[in-house]
């Protein structure tokens, strides 16, 4: 499993996706970023050892045996001519775009209908299964981005549930996406086309090239991916690339000045 990777790749796609949606400040961003991390782990839910399926016990341990169920039998029934022989229960279902797009447009639609709790919920959901991938660290800085994201909105907050409800759903369904494309990375690849037919399979492997596969939780994941995904979820936060850049040229301009004879 590719827990960590996974949500942290959905960090860096929230904080890029922030300013485009128009969560422009840095507890807005911080926020959605932490949304769609969280929810970059929701699609391996149709795993029965993954952190999703674990995360609330019995809960989540249920829905991720109708997940399943529902994943399999959807296979069977749609499954093309050179289709594998298999249950159908992992990566399948919950790890196509088709999933994302829904489970975003439900998540708008409920959030915006059910008002605050239920966009507590879809927050507080999205920072947990974050946590219990990234660390304890996520907690403060998820919280702490909320309460003031409510501070700075003021007593308009509540007036502001419909575009919130919609950030949300992009939230979550890109982190569904994020999840998938990540997996397609890795040599078992990743059907995430479905139900588009390709070479006689529905459930088409999207996978690149041999030689850009890796293998989840070996060398390439953990030294290179991993890091460089560390590295741009820093550079991603509002103002921080503008401040590297001023920095670097104030240091540039005054090491060519003191060079000068």
């Known amino acids: 499993m590719m827990g960590r990777t996974h949500a942290l790749t959905g960090w860096c796609v929230g904080l890029a996706l922030a300013p485009a949606i128009g969560a422009g400040t840095l507890a807005q961003a911080v926020v959605l970023a932490a949304t769609t991390a ?20 019995p809960i989540t341990g249920a829905l991720s045996w109708l997940l399943r ?35 975003g447009g439900a998540t708008a639609l409920g959030t915006s209908a059910g008002g605050p709790w239920a966009v507590a919920g879809v927050v507080l959901l999205g920072l947990l299964l974050a946590e219990d991938a990234l660390g304890d660290w996520l907690l403060p800085v998820g919280g ?82 991993f890091p460089a995904c560390g590295v741009l979820a820093l550079l991603l936060l509002p103002g921080v690339w503008d401040f590297v850049l001023n920095t670097a040229t104030l240091v540039f301009t005054d090491t060519e000045v003191t060079a000068q004879p």
Not at 38 to 57: E, Q, V, W, Y
Not at 75 to 102: C, I, M, N
Not at 146 to 159: F, I, K, N, Q, S
């Open 69 to 103: 169920r529902a994943s399999g039998a959807l296979y069977q029934v749609t499954k093309g001519p050179r289709d594998e022989r298999r249950t159908g229960t992992h990566r399948h279902l919950s790890h196509t775009v088709l999933f994302a797009a829904a489970l």
């Open 144 to 225: 702490a981005g909320v309460v003031w994201w409510v501070y700075e909105t003021g007593p308009t907050a509540l007036d502001q549930l419909d575009a919130v409800s919609g950030w949300l759903g992009v939230a979550v369904a890109a982190g569904c996406v994020t999840h998938c494309l990540g997996d397609a990375l890795t040599e078992s690849g990743c059907p995430f086309l479905f139900p588009v037919p390709i070479a006689g399979e529905t459930w088409y492997e999207i996978r690149p090239p041999r030689w850009l596969r890796f293998r989840t939780g070996k060398a390439v994941e953990n030294l290179v991916v």
């Open 38 to 57: 969280g929810f970059a782990l929701l699609p391996d839910l149709d795993h029965p050892g993954a952190r999703a399926s674990r995360l609330l016990g």
